[in-house]
């Protein structure tokens, strides 16, 4: 089976910086995403790693160590708009076809 | 680029009706879409993987019979729910990867561009 796991709810205030770790243990892997989800939209993409290191992007920075398999979501300068859940998916690469498996999701809550 | 669109993107429908999404690829050909089921503060479950000419592919757990999976063309990929029950209101998404050549040579990242959704509310 594919285990990602990623807390279920983080907290902080505006201007502040949040880490979402995401942990996996998949029988393939060949890449990883994060995707931003507001309550009742589709997920728009934020990051992709397939190496190991840093990956920056304005705000949003993203981490991968395929040996540890772990990432982390870096979100600095917090701004209310950044309320949302941030999904981590890994693109197994045992499947031609590119599928995605997602964890649960961690529900950022960004407070004044 | 790269936009994908869902049709409707919110029905509701009576309990033992059937309802058709659409999912379309707007500006790209997309051998390959995936249909997502969404409950209420849980993540993405993949449902089925849809390939243009050919049988879906389904996950473990989904009944083939009841959630028909149509790719009958390189932009357009259709769900459709059949004898829906109140259990099966949920949130369903359709994703499309952009496979055109130049695309798949210039990027390792091959990602997935999600639709719009579609809110399903069975009564």
């Known amino acids: 089976g594919q285990n990602i796991d990623q807390p279920t709810e983080m907290t902080a205030t505006e201007g502040a910086i949040v880490q979402i770790n995401c942990t996996y243990q998949?029988?393939?892997?060949?890449?990883l995403f994060w995707y931003q989800q507001h309550a009742g939209e589709a997920p728009t993409f934020l990051s992709y790693?397939?190496?190991?290191g840093l990956e920056e992007k304005g705000r949003f920075s993203s981490f991968l160590s395929r040996s540890k398999g772990y990432s982390y979501l870096l979100l600095k300068e917090l701004q209310m708009k950044d309320s949302a859940s941030y999904l981590c998916?890994?693109?197994?690469?045992?499947?031609?076809?590119?599928?995605?498996?997602f964890g649960a999701g961690t529900q950022v809550v960004v407070t004044p | 680029g790269a936009v994908v669109s869902q049709h409707p993107s919110w029905v509701i429908c009576k309990s033992g009706t059937s309802v058709k999404i659409e999912c379309r690829s707007l500006d790209f050909q997309a051998t390959t879409m995936f249909w997502y089921r969404q409950f209420p503060k849980q993540s993405l479950m993949l449902m089925a993987t849809s390939n243009e000419g050919s049988k879906a592919t389904y996950e473990q757990g989904v009944e083939k019979d009841k959630f028909l999976i149509n790719h009958a063309s390189l932009t357009l990929s259709t769900l459709t729910v059949t004898s829906a029950h109140p259990e099966d209101s949920s949130f369903y998404i359709c994703?499309?990867?952009?496979?055109?050549?130049?695309?798949?040579?210039?990027?390792?990242?091959?990602?997935?561009?999600f639709g719009p959704g579609t809110r399903l509310t069975v009564l």
């Open positions: 998916a890994v693109r197994v690469s045992t499947d031609s076809w590119g599928k995605l498996q």
């Open positions: 998949t029988s393939g892997f060949n890449g």
């Open positions: 994703s499309a990867r952009d496979q055109s050549p130049d695309r798949v040579t210039t990027s390792s990242l091959d990602e997935q561009f």
């Open positions: 790693n397939v190496l190991d």
